[in-house]
Nanobody, 117 residues
Framework: QVQLVESGGGLVQTGGSLRLSCAPS????????MGWYRQAPGKQRELVAT???????NYADSVRGRFFISRDNNKNTVRLQMNSLKPEDPAVYYC???????????WGQGTQVTVSS
């Protein structure tokens, strides 16, 4: 079965940076959209950033200007560079993907991001 595997989570200080990576495990078809969602304690899961195969990128208002998404279409991998991390950024970050112009239908297990003072 196809899996999305995240890596790169961890603990950083306020104002620091982390880079998250996501790669597929198994044989999959070309993906239309890849990106990242997150879920913090007591909050609903929310979109962080997405990138289409053609290069169209969307960011949540809360991360725009601080987080940057990139992808490799051939490898079906996606990265999230997170800069200037804030106390409100800690969450489990999930890699997501879709095989068409639709809501994500592939989800990773999630990776924990923690920000300390």
């Amino acid at each position: 079965q196809v899996q999305l595997v995240e890596s790169g989570g961890g603990l950083v200080q306020t104002g620091g940076s982390l880079r998250l990576s996501c790669a597929p495990s198994g044989i999959i078809s070309s993906l239309d959209t890849m990106g990242w969602y997150r879920q913090a304690p007591g909050k609903q899961r929310e979109l962080v950033a997405t990138a289409t195969r053609e290069g169209r990128i969307n960011y949540a208002d809360s991360v725009r200007g601080r987080f940057f998404i990139s992808r490799d279409n051939n490898k079906n991998t996606v990265r999230l560079q997170m800069n200037s991390l804030k106390p409100e950024d800690p969450a489990v970050y999930y890699c997501v993907a879709s095989d068409g112009p639709k809501a994500p239908n592939f989800w990773g297990q999630g990776t924990q991001v923690t920000v300390s003072s």
